[in-house]
C-alpha cells in the first residue's frame, strides 16, 4: 500500500514511519500543503493522511482542492486536534473520508486505512478507466482507443489499469513488477518486453503515443499533445 503522509510535525511524521513501514506501507511525506499538494496530484498513492493544522495551506483547503480542482479520489483519513462535532463535519464536508482525532491509536490508524483503501478498490473493480482516448472496463476486462478494441494479453492488460489508475503520475518499474508477479518477479527483464508489446497495441496503430518511459524511474501515460 502507498500512503502519503501529510503532516508538519516532525515526530508524528516518524512514529507513522516507524509503525507503518514494518507492516509493509510504501511511504512519502510532505511537511506543508504546498508540498503535500504537489506530492497528491503526481499521483500513484492508495490513500493519503492529512493532517488539518498545516502550513500554508491548510488541510482542509487542500483536500478540498483535491476534490473540486484535479478530481483526485483518492481516499483521504484526516487528522486533527480538533474533537467538536462541526470540526469533523468541515473534514468531511471539504472531501475527506475519515478522520482520527490526535492522540490516536496506531493500530486503529492501520485498520482505519486498509478499509478505506478496500472500499476505494471496490468502486475501482466497478468503474471504467479513462484516459485521454483510452478507456479500459476491468469488470468486462475490456479496453479500447478511440473507440477501437485493443486485443492485450493479460499482462498488458494490468499493466494498462495500472497505468491508467495512476495517469498522469509514475507508476515505478517496481511497482508494475509487483502488480503483474507479486512478490516473485522473474530474474530477467520480462517487464521491458511486455511494456515493448503494450506500446504496439496502444501507441503504434495511431497517431499520437500515449505511454512514456521515464528513464530510469518506471513509465506513465501522458496527455495528448
Known amino acids: 500500500m502507498r500512503a502519503l503522509i501529510i503532516e508538519d510535525n516532525q515526530d508524528i511524521t516518524a512514529n507513522l514511519y516507524a509503525f507503518l513501514e514494518p507492516l509493509g ?5 510532505a511537511a506543508s500543503g504546498a508540498a503535500g499538494l504537489e506530492r497528491a496530484t503526481g499521483g500513484g498513492f492508495d490513500v493519503i493522511v492529512l493532517d488539518v493544522m498545516l502550513p500554508g495551506m491548510d488541510g482542509l483547503t487542500l483536500c478540498r482542492t483535491l476534490r473540486e480542482r484535479y478530481g483526485d479520489p483518492t481516499p483521504i483519513l ?18 475527506a473520508d475519515d478522520y482520527l482525532i490526535k492522540p490516536f491509536s496506531m493500530k486503529e490508524l492501520d485498520a482505519r486505512l486498509r478499509a478505506l ?9 466497478r468503474t471504467a478507466l479513462r484516459w485521454e482516448d483510452v478507456e479500459l472496463d476491468p469488470a468486462a476486462h475490456s479496453a479500447h482507443r478511440s473507440g477501437l478494441p485493443l486485443r492485450l494479453s493479460p499482462t498488458g492488460f494490468v499493466i494498462l489499469e495500472t497505468l491508467l489508475r495512476a495517469a498522469p503520475g509514475i ?10 508477479w507479486g512478490d516473485s518477479p522473474p530474474d530477467s527483464d520480462a517487464l521491458r518486453t511486455h511494456i ?28 495528448h499533445a
Open 171 to 180: 507508476v515505478p518499474r517496481a511497482e508494475l513488477e509487483e502488480a503483474i
Open 117 to 125: 483503501v478496500r472500499r476505494a478498490q471496490g468502486r475501482q473493480a
Open 25 to 29: 506501507y510504501r511511504l512519502d511525506c
Open 196 to 223: 515493448h508489446d503494450l506500446r504496439q497495441k496502444l501507441d503504434k496503430p495511431f497517431s499520437t503515443p500515449l505511454l512514456k518511459t521515464i528513464p530510469h524511474v518506471g513509465y506513465a501515460l501522458t496527455k
Open 78 to 95: 484526516m487528522l486533527t486536534a480538533r474533537d467538536t462535532v462541526a470540526d469533523r463535519v468541515a473534514g468531511l464536508d471539504c472531501g
